[in-house]
């Protein structure tokens, strides 16, 4: 049998269980040799290692059979198995953002859902999910908290802050506002796109729509309105004055 393509584990951890060598055998399956972090030795299959379904040489279920939290169908729950995933599944999506770089959970927490749970307690919200304050740090209690979205955003390694006319923001409420893509404005920032062209820009494209909306709503002609523009008439005056009808 041909291992040509494995991918070699060894020295990754799983849960409790931590892999010791590529173990062969004369089945289909890859299988390599672990030992728990109880000191038992186990064989296990590459893909079920892998998929986070196996963790222990079994004394984890052992454990969590004496487990009193009542908490397994939480969203909590799942968020500290999710966290797991994270950084120690390889077969995990965007293993590489996580235990690919070196994030990964503090001794406090890494077998203790009970402790876990303790240090940040219920979600505020079903908008909020487990985020860390410091995103090159690990799981922690000090830098981690329930987050919404908008704040991971604002997290994020690459957002930035941006100040235009007087107001400072993060590239990701500047597109809140403009109603545009943060990544498209923090992209022409590092082209070279100077903050005004950048911003003005997409300000102008807003505005041009929210004023397309409007004609829209009054069932005025756009080249109605441009002719009042150009003619000096305020935003305000060209929306509101009647149209003179031709009499017939």
């Known amino acids: 049998m041909s291992y040509k393509f494995w991918h070699d584990l060894s020295g990754h951890k799983f849960g409790r269980l931590t892999v010791l060598s590529f173990h ?20 296990v299959r590459a893909d079920i290692l892998t998929s986070g379904s196996s963790q222990s040489c079994g004394c984890l279920v052992a454990d969590s059979r004496h487990s009193t939290h009542g908490r397994t169908n939480t969203p909590e729950y799942r968020a500290w198995l999710h966290m797991k995933q994270r950084c120690f599944n390889p077969s995990f999506k965007n293993y590489h953002r996580w235990g690919g770089r ?5 001794d406090r927490w890494i077998d203790s859902f009970e402790n876990f749970y303790a240090d940040l307690g219920d979600k505020p919200s079903k908008s909020h999910s487990l985020d860390r304050a ?21 997290n994020r390694s690459d957002s930035r802050l941006i100040t235009y006319k007087g107001e400072t923001m993060t ?21 070279g796109w100077s903050i005004e ?15 397309k909306e409007i004609l829209k709503s009054i069932n005025m002609p756009t080249s109605t309105y441009y002719n009042r523009i150009r003619k000096g008439w305020s935003h305000e005056r060209a929306v509101t004055v009647p149209i003179k009808r031709k009499r017939k």
């Open 134 to 154: 410091d995103n090159d740090g690990n799981y922690t209690p000090e830098n981690c908290r329930w987050a919404t979205r908008e704040e991971q955003d604002n």
């Open 24 to 43: 062969p055998c004369a089945k289909t399956k890859t299988y390599w040799s672990c030992i728990c972090d109880c000191g038992t030795e186990t064989v």
């Open 102 to 106: 070196g994030i990964t959970i503090c």
């Open 171 to 191: 590239a990701t409420q500047w597109g809140k506002r403009l109603d545009v893509n943060p990544r498209m404005l923090t992209e022409r920032l590092s082209r």
């Open 197 to 211: 062209k950048t911003l003005g820009q997409a300000s102008e494209r807003h505005e041009t729509t929210a004023t």
